[in-house]
């Protein structure tokens, strides 16, 4: 049972792309063995900056015999009336290797058909996995691929050489115009130069010899204890925040050093000098029991120790340069009040087509007020929400962000303290582009939460009413996270906003300042449409709610995400319920019977049967009770309410002809059940629901 190890070399990745391709080649490679009926142990994936390792232990020499069944066409068509194959026949059978008398039939549901028992033999595991690596390379997808040379092979960066060996055996294969072998690349820098790995057993350690750490868990290891020991030194600690998991795929010989810096740039604002240590240079900031930053850092180094002192110092100097112009810049900025500013975004572009951050301000100014008026901002909130506005882009002409572009609003906040702004506004500002990305916290004041949604809502909508609209992976814009943040930010905003309300005048808004590209009703839907994938996203992958729940709430409304989730939440607990299946029969067939049904006034008077009193008296009993349910967002008792009719429907369904051939009463039943109908609603869209 020999190992099998597939080293792809490459120039230099970027971390970023490691995670996923990791996963795409381990889930890749599980299920190529499984297609190829190679039986085998654990899959794992190792990875350096300059290569992606595939590792499975204990491989199947040789293939497993397998008989598998193709059906073809049918007898009818495979044989004409004397029983000769016809021309469907003989091609089919062709195509599985077999001549038309190989055929069998057997019957099926569907009647008679013609089969073909096609029997694949033992193979050697070499042979087989020769002709399917190939193809498991070149469908690794990446945020961005690239080709090189003549070759059609797209890749994350260009590849310079393939490693295959099953044991003590190369897999020989070509990929694009490179052929595979034994030879692997070893540390740029400590052992340059292509070697030979004697078997597949010996690759971790044949890599090692040659100064490279390939598993990124004993990188990681080393890291970590490095930084620790550094830190522990000088009584101080790391400052990670996610640098250690991208300094992991950046070495493949980690040495770590410890630099420091003349103490009077601590006057600088603590986020400058993190952005020039943690973004800019990649060093790790430390900070005392206090949690304040001392002037020092660590560094890592991708190779060993030699000459380590005059590496420090390269790297204090390159910071110190940084600091320099960074404490020029600050001083500059502090000689004007952030206020001052905002007439200096007539400057900066947003977008071609929709003008400069000063239009931008003027849009949010509006969409603000709504949301605060939602939010039930008292009076002192809703200026202080009006002037977080006027300030939130400013910070856009200063020097420190136009150097540091990731210090946007983070730096607002600073100036604003500076300027003397209230810690509210300021607090605002700094929050108000959060969440980032995935997985950054949201704003934690409602000041800050109410900016951001608008924010990020005229982003959407703004850049939608020009056309500018995210298509497969390309998001220019970054739309996908803004709505993301919008869906974060709803989930737990209270009192909740009305979404369709702000994006109608986020889109009023726009409309005064360009050309729609598309009718306004045309652009709302699609940007209702766009934050409604990643409510329906969430909804199954964060909380499990199975499909077809998820679509039965959003096809309901999702003007209220918080309520929407709840909804999705309550209706999947109920799912389990033995009443759910009969209550969804129930409220199916109420919305099918008036899905063409304008709308009209009940009229109890015109009721002929009892069973229209006992439905109309009991919708009307319900009615209050689901009210107080929905305003206290308990769905699961909602469901229970809504379930309770189940019983009176059926009933009513039974005794009743609600297609009446007299108008008045057809048309008066037909409103009965739409009133019906439009109860269920406010818990889901029950035709939606797959009743099985």
Excluded at 97 to 103: C, F, K, V
Aim: aromatic letters at 6%; glycine letters at 8%.
């Amino acid at each position: 049972m020999p190992r099998l190890v597939v080293e792809i070399g490459t120039e230099e990745l970027p971390p970023r792309f490691f995670p996923s391709a990791m996963a795409q080649l381990q889930e890749g490679a599980a299920a190529l063995l499984e297609r190829l009926r190679l039986t085998h142990g654990q899959v794992h994936v190792l990875g350096t900056p300059r290569r992606l390792a595939l590792v499975v232990e204990n491989v199947a020499a040789q293939q497993a015999a397998a008989v598998r069944e193709e059906r073809g066409p049918s007898a009818k068509v495979a044989f004409d009336k004397e029983g000769k194959p016809t021309k469907a026949a003989e091609g089919f059978a062709r195509r599985h290797g077999l001549t038309a008398p190989d055929l069998v039939v057997k019957q099926t549901d569907g009647g008679e058909y013609v089969f073909a028992v096609v029997h694949e033999p033992e193979a050697p595991a070499p042979q087989a996995l020769a002709a399917a690596l190939p193809d498991l390379i070149s469908g690794l997808s990446f945020p961005k691929s690239m080709r090189w040379g003549s070759t059609a092979l797209r890749f994350g960066r260009p590849v310079r050489w393939v490693l295959a060996l099953l044991g003590e055996e190369v897999i020989r294969f070509r990929l694009a115009d490179l052929q595979s072998g034994r030879e692997a690349r070893g540390h740029p820098v400590l052992a340059d130069g292509m070697f030979p790995v004697p078997s597949a057993e010996e690759y971790e350690g044949a890599l090692e010899r040659h100064s490279v750490i390939v598993d990124p868990e004993r990188r990681r290891a080393a890291l970590a204890q490095q930084l620790a020991d550094l830190a522990e030194a000088q009584d101080a600690a790391v400052m990670d925040d996610g640098l250690l998991e991208e300094t992991v795929y950046l070495v493949e010989w980690p040495t770590c050093g410890l630099g420091s810096f003349d103490p009077a740039f601590l006057r600088l604002p603590r986020p400058v000098l993190v952005e020039e240590m943690r973004h800019v240079q990649s060093y790790f900031p430390l900070q005392n029991a206090a949690g304040e930053l001392i002037p020092g850092f660590i560094a890592v180094r991708d190779g060993g120790g030699a000459n380590l002192e005059g590496i420090i110092r390269g790297w204090e100097h390159v910071l110190v340069a940084k600091l320099i112009d960074a404490s020029f810049f600050y001083e500059q900025d502090l000689k004007r009040p952030l206020a001052e500013r905002v007439e200096d975004l007539r400057g900066v572009v947003f977008q071609e087509k929709l003008g400069t951050m000063y239009e931008k301000v003027v849009r949010l100014r509006r969409i603000a007020e709504v949301a605060a008026g939602q939010m039930a901002f008292g009076a002192v909130d809703i200026a202080q929400l009006a002037r977080a506005v006027l300030l939130a882009k400013a910070d856009l002409t200063t020097e420190v962000v136009t150097d540091m572009s990731g210090l946007q609003g983070t730096m607002g906040r600073e100036y604003a303290l500076a300027s003397g702004e209230p810690a509210e506004v300021a607090e605002a500002i700094g929050e108000h582009y959060r969440p980032r990305f995935a997985g950054d916290a949201i704003p934690q004041t409602q000041l800050g939460r109410g900016l951001a949604l608008a924010d990020k809502l005229d982003n959407i909508t703004a850049l939608f009413a020009v056309g500018a609209i995210p298509s497969g992976s390309a998001d220019p814009y970054g739309l996908r996270r803004d709505a993301a943040g919008v869906l974060n930010i709803g989930l737990v905003l209270a009192p909740p906003v009305h979404l369709g309300d702000l994006v109608d005048e986020a889109l009023a808004e726009v409309a005064t300042q360009v050309e729609l590209s598309q009718p306004a009703s045309v652009i709302r839907a699609s940007v209702m449409d766009f934050i409604g994938q990643r409510l329906d996203t969430y909804l199954r992958e964060e909380l499990g709610v199975r499909y077809d729940l998820a679509d039965a709430v959003l096809s309901s409304g999702f003007d209220d995400l918080g309520a929407a989730a709840a909804r999705a939440h309550a209706l999947q607990a109920a799912s389990a319920e033995p009443e759910f299946l009969p209550a969804v029969m129930a409220a199916t067939r109420v919305a099918n019977i008036v899905t063409n049904f304008p709308g009209g006034e009940v009229d109890p008077s015109r009721f002929q049967e009892e069973s229209e009193r006992t439905l109309w008296s009991a919708y009307q009993a319900a009615v209050p009770a689901a009210e107080a349910q929905v305003q206290g967002r308990d769905y699961t008792a909602l469901f229970r309410t809504l379930a309770s009719l189940r019983g009176i429907i059926d009933r009513y369904f039974e005794d009743v002809l609600v297609m009446a051939e007299d108008e008045a009463v057809r048309s008066n039943r037909l409103a009965t059940v739409s009133a019906v109908n439009q109860l269920m609603r406010r818990l889901a869209d029950f035709t939606k629901v797959v009743q099985t």
